[in-house]
Structures are given as C-alpha cells and as structure tokens.
C-alpha cells in the first residue's frame, strides 16, 4: 500500500511524463487495481480495474442469463443472444469517476434500458431499479424515470468490442450522465422496487444520486 501511494506521490510531483510512463507499464487500456489506490495516481485517461470483491469468477457468454423482475407484469429471463437479438443502441460518451478520473469518448453499445422495462410492463406501485452484480456482493439503484434516460444501457460492448470481463462484462450498465458507480459490472439481475434501495457505496458516503453536475 506505501509502495502504491509513494509512486501515487511521485507522479504528482514529476507531472504528465511519469504518469504517462506508468500508464505504459501498467497497461494501456485498462489498470487493474483490487484495491482502489490506482485512483490516488495520475495515470492518464485509462480505466482502471477495480472490484469490491477481488477475484470475480467470469460468466462465459453462452451461459450469462439476466433476469428482469420484481413489481413486473412480465418478468423475462434474456441470455446473451436474445440481448444481442434486441434493438441495439450506440453512442461515443466520457466515462466519469466519481474519485476523478475519466476515460473520454468511449463507444458504448447494447440495449437502452428502458426497452427491458416496458417490456416487463411495470405495475404501478414500481417506482425504481435495483441492479446486481454475479460478484455476490455490488448493488445500485436509479429512480425509474432515470432508467429510462437514452444514454442508460445494458451494455454488449465497449471501446469498439465485446465487454470483457476485467469491464465487467460479458454485460454491464452503463449509466450515462452519471457517475461510474452507478454503472454497475457484471450484471446479474435487474429488479423493479417500489422505492429507491441504497447501493453498495451509499452507506459507505457516496450519494444515491449519481448525476454528475450540468
């Protein structure tokens, strides 16, 4: 941990070309990071990989299933191909750390979000979305009505390709407008509540709202 948060210091006071050079050792596209240090270094606009669990096993495509219940009307269970089946939605948009750092520009594609809700037909005591994670232990929420925003996705791909693992693949949100979070990876479940249920990082100081500033 000293080691981590010494090389975290270093970078600060050498500036862009240690960060840079770190970035390069670490690897390019994404750093893993069990631990959540990596947040305290400047390494660049690069994800990071971080899990509250460590290890997280991975869930092949061809056997991924994501059910989609609670205060439903229809509830439905959608493996990976019937994801892929579905009306696609892309977009290019900035992913947004809540501790900082960013990764600009990323091409996100999948399925909106709010094309799995209708299509579970709400009942109407439904008033938000509860997220888990096949880690056993991450969960997040958004109100209904931010669920349904254009930019939420149940995202199938990421920087141009299939979500891997280390992103939280092979299926992860991605919350746009909002703080990463709130993009919950390796997506398990979907479950309409009748009220607002706080995630794993709410009681630890974070707010239930994660929209980032206008």
Known sequence: MLGVLGLGAVGIVAGSRVSNGLSSLLGPVEQRDPTGLLSLI?????????SVTGAVRTEPAQTYR?????L????HTYSYADLQALPRTAFVQTFQCVTGW????VHWAGV??????????????????????????YTE???LDEARADDVLVALEMLGAPVTHDHGGPVRMYVGSNYGY????????IELTDHQIPGYWEPRGYAIDGRLPA
Do not use: M, N
């Not at 439903?72 to 509830?75: I, M, N, W």
């Not at 799995?116 to 888990?132: D, G, H, M, T, Y």
């Open 182 to 189: 709130k993009s919950t990876k390796w997506l398990s479940g």
């Open 112 to 137: 909106r979000l709010a094309e799995l809700i209708e299509r579970a037909q709400p009942s109407k005591q439904a008033r938000a979305v509860r997220f888990r994670s096949f880690d056993g232990t």
């Open 66 to 70: 994501l059910p989609v219940s609670g």
């Open 42 to 50: 400047p390494l660049g606009d690069t994800f990071r990989y971080y």
């Open 72 to 75: 439903v009307e229809a509830p």
């Open 102 to 105: 960013q990764v600009p520009e």
């Open 141 to 143: 929420s958004l109100t």
